[in-house]
T-cell receptor, first 112, second 114 residues
C-alpha cells in the first residue's frame, strides 16, 4: 500500500514566522509532488509542484524535494493569518496512470 | 463559468434514494477524476477517465456508478447509499495523464446520507 504521511498538526506559528510543513512518501517510483492548500469547507487549490531534487521557490513559498530520503517539504515565509488552512501533500503513483496519492494533511494556524 | 464546476453543492439523501452528482470542466482537459474526502482521512481516488474512457476504478462499491459522456462532463450516479458514504465528493481534471499534469479541483458536493 503506497502512502504519503503528514503530521496532522495543528502547527501553530506566529504571524511573520516561517512555517515548515513536512511529508514523506513510500513509493520510491514517484516522480511528481504537489502541495495543495485547503481552507475549511473548500476544495484543494494547488500551491506548488516539484519534480526534481532541490528547492523550488514561488513568492513566499519554497518546496523542497529529497528523493533519496523520500521527503518533501513546504516552507512558507512571512506567514500570514490568511495562510491558516490544511496543507495536503500528494505524490504521483508510479504504478498507475494519472494517479495521485494524498496525505491526510497538516493543519496550519497562523496567529497574529 | 471557469475552471471546474460541480452541482449540487450540498445534497441530503435517504438510503433508498437515487441521485446524481455533476461535474463540468471548462479547461479543455482530457482527464477527469472523482475523489471522496472524509473527515481526518486522505483524499481517496474513486474513478479516473481519460478521453472518456475509464482507466481507474479504485475498488469502489457498485452503489457508485460513474458516467463520462465527453471529456468535459463527468457524473456520479448514487443509489442505495449507506450513512458511511457521507463525505465531500470532489471532481478534478487535468490536461492528460502524465505524472507532471496538475489536477485542478472543483468546489465539491457535500453529501449527507440519512
Amino acid at each position: 500500500q503506497k502512502e504519503v504521511e503528514q503530521n496532522s498538526g495543528p502547527l501553530s506559528v506566529p504571524e511573520g514566522a516561517i512555517a515548515s510543513l513536512n511529508c514523506t512518501y513510500s513509493d520510491r517510483g514517484s516522480q511528481s509532488f504537489f502541495w495543495y492548500r485547503q481552507y475549511s469547507g473548500k476544495s484543494p487549490e494547488l500551491i506548488m509542484s516539484i519534480y526534481s531534487n532541490g528547492d523550488k521557490e514561488d513568492g513566499r513559498f519554497t518546496a523542497q524535494l529529497n528523493k533519496a530520503s523520500q521527503y518533501v517539504s513546504l516552507l512558507i515565509r512571512d506567514s500570514q493569518p490568511s495562510d491558516s488552512a490544511t496543507y495536503l501533500c500528494a505524490a504521483s503513483f508510479s504504478g498507475g496512470y494519472n494517479k495521485l496519492i494524498f496525505g491526510a494533511g497538516t493543519r496550519l494556524a497562523v496567529h497574529p | 463559468e471557469t475552471g471546474v464546476t460541480q452541482t449540487p453543492r450540498h445534497l441530503v439523501m435517504g438510503m433508498t434514494n437515487k441521485k446524481s452528482l455533476k461535474c463540468e470542466q471548462h479547461l479543455g482537459h482530457n482527464a477527469m477524476y472523482w475523489y471522496k474526502q472524509s473527515a481526518k482521512k486522505p483524499l481517496e481516488l474513486m474513478f479516473v477517465y481519460n478521453f472518456k474512457e475509464q482507466t481507474e476504478n479504485n475498488s469502489v462499491p457498485s452503489r457508485f456508478s460513474p458516467e463520462c459522456p465527453n471529456s468535459s462532463h463527468l457524473f456520479l450516479h448514487l443509489h442505495t447509499l449507506q450513512p458511511e458514504d457521507s463525505a465531500l465528493y470532489l471532481c478534478a481534471s487535468s490536461q492528460g495523464g502524465a505524472p507532471t499534469d496538475t489536477q485542478y479541483f472543483g468546489p465539491g458536493t457535500r453529501l449527507t446520507v440519512l
